[in-house]
């Protein structure tokens, strides 16, 4: 799910992987430009947000 809205009412906002590599979080809200981006944003939230990351990168 997007590391930065996590869930919005209870539903988790999932991330969108677009053909030219980009990624957009469910609700559009929020992109990168790769996933090496997405990656600095997961440790960075990690810190605050360990499970969430980890539960993300299982799914994916
Ligand atoms: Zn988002
Ligand atoms: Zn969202």
Redo the contacts with the bound molecule.
């Keep these: 799910m997007?590391p930065?809205?996590r869930e919005?009412d209870g539903k988790r906002?999932e991330l969108i992987e677009q053909p030219d590599g980009r990624i957009v979080?469910?609700?559009g809200?929020?992109a990168w430009p790769n996933s090496g981006a997405l990656e600095e944003t997961c440790r960075r939230m990690s810190l605050t947000s360990t499970r969430q990351v980890h539960d993300w990168t299982q799914s994916y």
């Design positions: 997007c930065l809205c919005h906002c979080c469910g609700c809200l929020h």
